[in-house]
Each structure stands twice: as structure tokens, then as C-alpha cells.
């Protein structure tokens, strides 16, 4: 190793030069400042490199999973506006594309590929966070609508959002996993009602949404009837697989119309930058210890190639994860998500302690006077929530002890009842659970 740490171990190994040279020479003849957001990212979508991952069918272009960061490496190199991201990307559109019928799936993934509408995630609730199927939002059939009463929390990116991937439940009289149902639901609507949760970082990422007779179209729930369960776990796949190492993520600007950037120019919207605070990259840490005259310290040079050597296995495991899932074992690509998810918590936190290592007591400050404007001592408070969004670390750490090493699951009393007696019989609350 060099006297100075190389900021080329921040290079995304599987890049692929030749993927880089195609998308230049795409870019070369088709970006175009002067459209819109909206018109540009119609230009991208079509051409299929908001998902290139995707088959062409599906609206992408059959290339590996990887080859997004490369994508969008090289249109930041260009100079162009990057394709659309967020969590319909991340989420919703692959959940749909692998359950919902062709008339959904025509309905709501191009939205998404082409950055028109955004997507937040209806899953957690004040009582049931890690036993996600205790579950009590009810939706109830009304026709050919549900109506969606309950509560959701930890809803990021809710307030800009168009639709949210909801899990309410639509029977009581069944084993609570049984009786979820999983529809795409829309935001703008009466009975919804979404407020902001300020984190100790001072930021409020996060959303609780109150839901008072709200409305689902049953054209939109997705995977059938009471398989909300089935569903919910591979959205929750497809999370793990998108935030755990490896994986590759981009919400910014962000989607829809309430993101703010439909009607500007390309041009415009291509010289924004994401606010700084919540994530630390590899990159961000060379270059602030070079800054600090620190990239000569053995210990920071140690904690900066361990981040470095963490990060390359995270990339090999989503791949094994990826190629398991594609062999026909589900059951495996799940389980080497979760631990995904976990290796992906170890390198936020590390990557966060190495910023504070870098400044050393400065970056104990917060603010505007503290060092580096505070960003690395935020960005450390935010480090603690990694254990828990996406799956606690518990979580994970269950379905990798159950799905492959076989370990015996913890005994559930509950197992097998209908979810109404349940709910009754905890703590006596006769109104627990509606009565028919």
C-alpha cells in the first residue's frame, strides 16, 4: 500500500468498462439539458437504463444487477441528470413485477421507471414493528374498494410520496399471517393523514401515517387476497437485497410530483445535490483524511482498508444472493439478503466511527461551527438506526438461523389461531379486534 491511502479503493470493482463506454456514447447523442425532468426521464426509461438489470420485457435491459451503480456512475461522470430511484424502484415495481397481474404491472411500473410518481413503504405500526404480522390496520371490502382504517409508522419519505406499498389486514378469523393483504395504495386521498417524526439527528426522514377511512381500489391489491404475507416478504427481499452490501440505491432528486422536480429543466435538476448528514461513503472518508493529514495514520489507514475489504464482500455476497434467487432457491437468496442487511449495518456504523476518528474531538461538535459543518457527527447519530430499518438486526439474524442452519424456530402460542382470539386474549381487551 502506497504512503497515502488511494481513493481508487472507493471504485465499484464491477463497474465494467465497456458498460461505461456504451452509456456514454447513449449520452453523447441524447443528453439534453434543456428538457424537463419529466420529458428526460421518459427519454431514459425507454431507452432502459432507469433498471438495466431488468429484462427488456420488463423495461430494462438484461444486464447484471450491478451494472445500476455503473449506469449511474457514468451519467454523474457526463454530467447528465441521473435516471429516477427511490423506493418504488428499490421495492415496489420488482414486488409487482413478480406477482402482479399484467394489467397491474402495466399500470404501475412505467410510473416508476420513468420517475413520475414516488413510493413509500405502509408496513410498520406502533404495535407491531419486528412482528410485522401482528399487523391491525384493517382494510374492509366495500365492492370493489376497501376501506383502510389503522395507523403506520417510520413511513420514510411519506410526504413526498404518491403511493404506498400497504399491508393492512383483511381478516381477522385466520392465523395473522393469513390474513394480510397487499395493495398499492394511494396518498392524495381524504382519511390520510401524514405527519413528520424529528430524530435526535434534527432531520425528520421518517413519517407516521394516520389512515381513517381511506380507500384501496381492489384492482390494486397485489399477489391476492389474504397473500399479503408472501408478498410482504418479497418486497421485503428485494429492500434487504437493494440497502444490505452490495446492493444499489438512489433516491435523489426524488420521484413525482411532490419531489419538486418534474418541471425543471434537466440541466437544472442535474447540478442538485442530495443533502449531506445521513450516509458516509468510503470516498467521503479518503478524501476527508487527506483534508486532515490523517491518511498517513496507521490506525485510521487500518479502519479505512477493513471498511474497504467489508464492502467488497458485501458486493460478493449480493451476487451469491442474486444467482441463489435465480437458481430456483428462494429460500437461500432470502437468507443471504438478511445477511446482506447485516453486513450493510457493520459498514454504515464503521464508516460513521471513521469520520469521527478523522476529527477526533471536532467531530463531537454540532452544527454549522462544528468540523466538516457537523455532517460526520450527524451522519454517526443516523449510523444507529441502520440496525433497525429494513429488518432489525435480530430479525435478520433469525431468518439466517432458521432458513440455513436449520435452527428450530422459537415456540408461538399463537400459531395456528385465528388472529381475533389473539388479540382478545391478550391482557383480556375485549375490543382488540373488530367484532365481525
Not at 88 to 109: F, S
Not at 178 to 195: E, M, Y
Not at 393 to 398: F, G, L, S, V
Not at 404 to 430: C, I, K, M, T
Request: proline share 6%; charged share 20%; hydrophobic share 40%.
Amino acid at each position: 500500500m502506497s504512503t497515502a491511502f488511494s481513493s481508487s479503493a472507493a471504485d465499484d470493482a464491477g463497474s465494467g468498462a465497456a458498460l461505461r463506454a456504451e452509456v456514454t456514447a447513449w449520452l453523447q447523442e441524447h443528453w439534453d439539458p434543456e428538457l424537463t425532468v419529466e420529458r428526460w426521464w421518459s427519454v431514459v426509461a425507454a431507452a432502459g437504463w432507469t433498471a438495466p438489470h431488468l429484462s427488456v420485457e420488463q423495461g430494462g435491459r438484461g444486464l447484471p444487477q450491478r451494472a445500476g451503480r455503473a449506469v449511474r456512475a457514468a451519467f454523474l461522470a457526463h454530467g447528465a441528470l441521473q435516471p429516477p430511484g427511490g423506493l418504488g424502484l428499490l421495492m415496489a415495481a420488482p414486488t409487482i413485477l413478480t406477482l402482479g397481474t399484467p394489467e397491474q404491472i402495466a399500470r404501475h411500473v412505467p410510473p416508476i421507471l420513468e420517475g413520475r410518481l414516488g413510493w413509500c413503504q405502509l408496513f410498520s405500526e406502533p404495535g407491531a414493528g419486528s412482528d410485522l404480522a401482528g399487523l391491525t390496520t384493517r382494510a374492509e371490502r366495500d365492492g370493489d374498494r376497501w376501506v383502510i382504517n389503522g395507523q403506520k409508522v417510520w413511513s420514510s419519505q411519506a410526504r413526498e410520496a404518491d403511493y404506498g406499498m400497504l399491508l393492512a389486514r383483511t381478516s381477522f378469523d385466520v392465523p395473522k399471517h393469513a390474513g394480510i393483504s397487499w395493495f398499492a395504495f394511494k396518498l392524495d386521498q381524504p382519511g390520510v393523514t401524514i405527519r413528520p417524526l424529528r430524530e435526535m439527528t434534527g432531520d425528520a426522514v421518517f413519517n407516521e401515517v394516520f389512515l381513517d377511512d381511506a380507500v384501496a381500489l381492489d384492482a390494486d391489491l397485489v399477489g391476492g387476497e389474504g397473500k399479503g404475507w408472501m408478498a410482504a416478504n418479497t418486497t421485503l427481499h428485494f429492500e434487504r437485497t437493494g440497502i444490505g452490501a452490495g446492493g444499489a440505491h438512489a433516491g435523489f432528486p426524488p420521484p413525482g410530483p411532490n419531489g419538486g422536480v418534474l418541471g425543471m429543466t434537466a440541466g437544472e435538476a442535474a447540478k442538485l445535490r442530495a443533502p449531506e448528514g445521513l450516509t458516509v461513503t468510503l470516498a467521503d472518508l479518503v478524501a476527508l483524511a487527506h483534508a486532515h493529514g490523517r491518511d498517513a495514520d496507521p490506525a485510521i489507514r487500518q479502519k479505512l482498508a477493513r471498511l474497504y475489504s467489508y464492502q467488497q464482500v458485501g458486493q460478493w455476497n449480493a451476487a451469491r444472493a442474486k444467482a441463489e434467487t435465480a437458481a430456483g432457491d428462494a429460500a437461500a437468496g432470502t437468507s443471504i439478503a438478511s445477511t446482506g442487511k447485516i453486513a450493510q449495518t457493520r459498514i454504515t456504523k464503521l464508516a460513521a466511527e471513521i469520520g469521527l476518528d478523522i476529527l477526533d474531538a471536532g467531530g463531537l461538535l454540532a452544527g454549522d461551527d462544528a468540523a466538516e459543518g457537523g455532517r460526520f457527527g450527524k451522519a454517526f447519530l443516523f449510523a444507529r438506526a441502520s440496525s433497525i430499518y429494513g429488518g432489525t438486526d435480530e430479525i435478520q439474524r433469525n431468518i439466517a438461523a432458521e432458513r440455513v442452519l436449520g435452527l428450530p424456530r422459537e415456540p408461538s402460542p399463537d400459531r395456528g389461531r385465528p388472529y381475533r382470539e389473539v388479540l382478545r386474549g391478550r391482557a383480556g381487551r375485549e375490543d382488540a379486534a373488530p367484532a365481525g
